[in-house]
């Protein structure tokens, strides 16, 4: 069960709108490194996790995750609430903005909708948790990408807070695998799945 709290993780606070930057930015909503699949990975893959100290991991991170969908959704939402269909800044986002208005909608910054083909699930403890840690790192240079095409500083802080979280994840997820690696060497299992391969 969850339990929401009416408060983002880290306040957001844009000025100017720039659907150009939200162009970019949809990426982390619902493309192929974004928000939405970190959470969905995380929060599918613990149902397998034969470790409980692991499992809290995902459970941990993958929450976290959704509150930095949550994020991103806002910065979008505020860089284009006050867009009119005439606004000469309408730019890249000309083509979302057909299709979703203002709407938040979980698509890739190429035109994308979110696909469950972006996340993987495999029920084996490596195998998971050494996708988790790519998808970490894809994560942290998508955001590098982004902070470089960000012209607006009250964008770039958000970005770089989020940026940075990605960098932790990256390190507890490295941390998982070692773990998960003692475990299974305890019981001689090495890195086979400990449920399946007795
Ligand atoms: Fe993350």
Redesign the pocket.
Known sequence: MFVYEKKLQYPIRIKNTNPQLASFIISQYGGPDG?LG?SLRYLSQRYAMPYPELKAVLTD?GV??LG?LEMIGTLVHQLTRKLSPDDPRMGNFAPYFTDHGVGVYPVAASGSPWSADYIGVKGDVICDLTEDMA??QK?RVTYDNILRQSDDPDVSDVIRFLRE??VV?FQRFGEAVRLAKEKMDQKNVYFTNPILDK
């Open positions: 928000e970190a991170i976290e995750e930095h998808a970490e994560a979280r990605e994840h």
